[in-house]
Nanobody
């Protein structure tokens, strides 16, 4: 199993920045990809960004391209999401996700990001 703990959420104003972090523990050697999803009130959980094992491959939702940057540190088993130029529509609970080599997925408990206009 893999355990995930997120941090870094909060309340900010539009245009501000936030950095989310997620620390993985447990069977971290089985992690392949790491990523972030978010869920706004009344909406389904949606993909935000993901990064492959080496960090050389990344993917972003169109809504965050150019504003968010995902990175990972395999030595520390962490994945980060730098969020710049935040908009009110970015308000959501953000969840860390890891995808294992055996195709299992694990999720963090979520961290709230609120962007006021």
């Amino acid at each position: 199993q893999v355990q995930l703990v997120e941090s870094g959420g909060g309340l900010v104003q539009a245009g501000d920045s936030l950095r989310l972090s997620c620390a993985a523990s447990g069977r971290t050697f089985t992690i392949y990809a790491m990523g972030w999803f978010r869920q706004a009130p009344g909406k389904e959980r949606e993909f935000v960004a993901a990064i492959g094992y080496s960090g050389g491959v990344t993917a972003y939702a169109d809504s965050v391209k150019g504003r968010f940057t995902i990175s990972r540190d395999n030595a520390k088993n962490t994945v980060n999401l730098q969020m710049n130029s935040l908009k009110p529509e970015d308000t959501a609970v953000y969840y860390c996700n890891v995808h294992l080599l055996n195709s299992q997925d694990y999720w963090g408990q979520g961290t709230q990001v609120t962007v006021s206009s």
